[in-house]
């Protein structure tokens, strides 16, 4: 059998496509496991006889086609024959995987007049079924004389030549269901003619009919109409057809059949308002939970959700892990397993509970409660009323309150909120003594709630754990920068992205150099994710490294760009490097692709971008940097950001650096109030959906009074003589508590380069801002090294000394030899 062709239009004619179906599902092992009250009507046999049975014992299919029977269309085969034909019994034993089709005549013994025997004329579709459920064939089935009398219980009796008369013309056949108009309505109503099964199970198998064909009529090949169940047309003609019956045996005197009194029916329509009511219930349900991936709204909508269209009271308890926003729970619960009470709803009066069960209390429960049943189980756990006894054993875990006139008498559903087959937590339904008691059918609902509610939930927790993950590493590698630095002060700030998952790869950094310098650094990672914060700290501390290494601005960023490309071609990134010398009052700069820093003067107020070479990318490699030097004045303040606080999507990033540099000469009585400003200033532009990194750098310099300068010749006189410089500067600058110390680590290191180098020069530098600075200078590249100097050893004890009585010390390499510092503390005043 052949597929309806993509794209060509179903034709909606007059005919309705309404018609009761039978619906028959077989498993793998041939067995019928669903049977229908449509198949019931349809073929005579009960469903509690069906299920269970081979299929072959109650669908006719080994009937022999007639070498004349007529074949019509494409899509199906007309013939009088006593069975469904080789099509379908080639689908029940499982050799095709395709959808088949066709038309036939049963005979239906004793349903004539006077107990004779009459022709059913079948119409039937198969689709074979694939997925984890034990599923394997899906037989849908109708009375194709049913079609005439639908349409005039519909008030459309047939006319010679019109659509009742086209019956006996009529195929079966499939169609792409977006071919016909009102497709989606009637693939929403296809659940409701399959078993009673979870969404899940329901939606994979609508969504194979949909793929394989929707199922239709045809009545020619360009006169096809979609089918449409209609419980109600097939009851409307049922009743109006046991009327007939009943009315014909009452006017030949006959007693009327209790069957035809329609009890039965109005039974199962009874029950299938209850279904339906409650399918609406969960489809609601499902459409007013998990709007939000916040934890704790999503746990209120849930329990929200139920009440009070479904119970009077719901409390919901999740697992430690859960509410902390930790990883998945390890393990099955036990007794000692603490149960947080994360939210109570109820009907009654305000206040009643909240004493009793407060929200936020934690508790474990005992092995003979239904609460630890459920948990262990994963099942619901169904109490029609909550007994004396049963309530006195609850009452035990509440100390000094009592909550038996709260649950006694009541009906109650524990349900469990479950992910991946791991327990979250546990919702305790409650209905008032007045309502009826939760039955069968309100566990199966229950037990579906809490399925969603559990997938709900577990995904705000993985959302919340995530972040806090993402939060973790982002502060964990976002360096802690001191406010105070050699003659400049500092303040950062850091905003995470807008969009989900909200690491990034934004940083910024502040590294001591000799000479009392300090390098300024900002930088953005392409992209965002966990990546891109690992890749951020790598491309961090390799700035570091080169930068203690004290290379010049443009070597760094070519040193980092090969980096980049070692680690991988994925590597890209922006970075913008200034080094601030405050005693030469001079900023020396280099840029890879980043935004260009602003600088606001001193004397005038005015800010300005600075017109830097660009460059390229880090990471794109094979392109030069180049640096600039620009002089700078004490109280200029320097301000480095990432896009992100200038781009916002649909806007030209032209708009977004003006309104920085505007903000950033905006006078504020801080360092912190002026980044505070300037957040301000930007963020409130709406769509930044980028992480932001700014740094604000206000350039204090230092004086020249405030430093000190010798050259010394490469001599051992030269040593006392260094010593006597230092001690007589610190006292004209009133530092005489840290003369001792000075005196004997400027005596270490000048010795050092007196016995150990090879320099022709020693240069010595003090230099006073918020420590004491002490620099040796000389022309030997060679750095020193800390030994570990035994009792007996005449070196090695030197820079012991230094380590031991400096705040900080370090060694570097110049363009000409090394510098080797160390800082002292200024005496508090």
């Not at 007013?288 to 919901?316: N, Q």
């Not at 697992?319 to 099955?332: I, K, L, M, S, Y």
């Not at 169904?382 to 309530?391: F, H, N, S």
């Not at 930068?547 to 070692?566: G, K, S, T, V, Y």
Request: hydrophobic share 40%; charged share 25%; glycine share 10%.
């Amino acid at each position: 059998m052949e597929r309806g062709t993509p794209g060509e239009p179903v034709t909606q004619s007059a005919a309705s496509g309404r018609i009761p179906l039978a619906v028959v599902v077989v498993d793998g092992a041939g067995l019928v496991s669903h049977w229908s009250v449509g198949a019931r009507r349809l073929f005579g046999c009960a469903k509690e006889e069906a299920v269970g049975r081979p299929v072959g014992d109650l669908l006719p299919v080994h009937g022999a086609i007639p070498e004349d029977r007529e074949p019509y269309g494409a899509y199906g085969t007309y013939g009088a024959v006593d069975g469904l034909g080789p099509d379908l019994e080639t689908s029940l034993d499982g050799r095709i995987s395709y959808p088949a089709t066709g038309r036939a005549r049963l005979t239906e013994p004793g349903a004539g007049p006077d107990g004779g025997r009459t022709r059913l004329d079948v119409l039937w579709w198969a689709y074979p079924l694939v997925g984890p459920g034990p599923e394997r064939l899906l037989v849908l089935a109708a009375d194709a004389g049913r079609l005439a009398a639908a349409d005039e219980a519909r008030g459309e009796p047939g006319e010679p030549g019109g659509r009742a008369a086209q019956v006996e013309r009529i195929a079966p056949g499939f169609a792409l269901h977006t071919d016909f108009p009102g497709a989606d309505e009637l693939a929403a109503r296809l659940p409701e003619i399959l078993p009673s099964m979870s969404v899940g199970e329901s939606a994979r198998i609508v969504a194979q009919i949909l793929e394989l064909g929707y199922p239709v009529l045809e009545f020619s090949h360009q006169d096809r109409v979609p089918v449409t169940p209609d419980w109600g047309v097939a009851r409307r003609v049922e009743r109006k057809e046991r009327k007939q019956r009943a009315a014909r045996a009452a006017a030949h005197g006959l007693p009327v059949p209790e069957a035809l009194h329609g009890e039965g029916d109005e039974g199962e329509d009874i029950e299938y308002t209850a279904v339906r009511e409650r399918l609406e219930f969960l489809n609601e349900v499902s459409g007013r939970i998990g709007s939000s991936l916040d934890l704790s709204r999503t746990i209120l909508e849930v329990s929200r959700a139920v009440v009070p269209r479904f119970t009077d009271v719901a409390g919901t308890y999740l697992r430690e892990q859960v509410v902390a926003g930790e990883g998945f729970p390890e393990g099955p619960p036990d007794e000692t397993t603490l149960w947080h009470r994360v939210a109570v709803e109820h009907t009654d009066e305000p206040g009643r509970w909240d004493d009793v069960v407060p929200v936020g209390e934690s508790m474990p429960f005992p092995a003979h409660t239904p609460f630890f049943q459920c948990m262990t189980s994963g099942d619901p756990v169904l109490v029609p009323r909550i007994t004396e006894e049963m309530g006195n054993a609850i009452a035990s875990q509440f100390e000094k309150r009592d909550i038996r006139p709260l649950i006694n008498h009541r009906s109650m559903l524990v349900v469990p909120l479950k992910a991946r087959n791991v327990v979250l937590g546990f919702m305790i339904l409650l209905r008032h003594r007045e309502r009826p008691v939760f039955n069968d059918m309100d566990r199966v609902t229950g037990a579906e709630l809490a399925a969603r509610a559990g997938l709900v939930l577990d995904n705000a927790r993985m959302y919340t754990y995530q972040e806090s993950v993402a939060d973790t590493l982002q502060d964990s590698m976002l360096p802690h920068i001191q406010p105070r630095m050699s003659g400049c002060d500092i303040a950062t700030r850091y905003l995470p992205g807008t969009l989900l998952g909200r690491v990034g790869g934004d940083w910024f950094d502040s590294v001591k150099l000799p000479g009392s310098r300090t390098a300024l650094v900002v930088g953005d990672v392409m992209g965002h994710g966990l990546n891109s914060a690992a890749m951020m700290g790598q491309l961090r501390t390799a700035v570091q490294t080169m930068a203690a290494l004290d290379l010049p601005p443009e070597q760094l960023l070519r040193n980092l760009d090969d980096l980049a490309q070692r680690l991988g071609e994925h590597y890209l990134a922006t970075c913008l490097y200034a080094v601030y010398d405050p005693i030469a009052g001079a900023l020396h700069l280099a840029n890879a692709g980043h935004i260009p820093p602003v600088l606001v003067r001193a004397d005038d107020g005015r800010s300005e971008l600075l017109d830097l070479p660009t460059g390229a990318p880090i990471g794109v490699g094979g392109v030069p940097f180049e640096s600039v030097l620009i002089p700078v004045a004490p109280g200029d303040r320097l301000l480095m950001c990432t896009d992100g606080l200038v781009e916002v999507r649909g806007e030209d990033i032209g708009v977004g650096l003006a309104t920085l540099t505007e903000s950033a000469a905006h006078p504020a009585a801080s360092m912190d109030d002026a980044c505070d400003t300037i957040i301000r200033a930007l963020n409130t532009r709406g769509g930044r959906k980028d992480d932001v990194a700014l740094l604000m750098a206000r350039l204090n310099g230092i004086a020249p009074e405030d430093v000190a300068l010798w050259r010394l010749a490469v001599d051992p006189s030269e040593v006392s003589r260094a010593r006597e410089l230092v001690a007589a500067r610190l006292r004209a600058w009133s530092l005489e508590p840290l003369v001792d110390a000075a005196e004997l680590l400027v005596s270490e290191l000048v010795t050092n380069v007196v016995r150990h180098s090879r320099s022709s020069r020693i240069d010595l530098r003090l230099v006073r801002s918020g420590v004491l600075a002490c620099e040796v200078e000389d022309d030997d590249q060679t750095l020193p090294t800390l030994l570990s100097a035994g009792p007996a050893d005449e070196f090695g004890r030197g820079l012991r000394v230094v380590s031991a009585l400096a705040k900080e010390w370090g060694t570097s390499r110049t363009r000409t030899g090394k510098t080797v510092w160390f800082e002292l503390p200024l005496p508090r005043r």
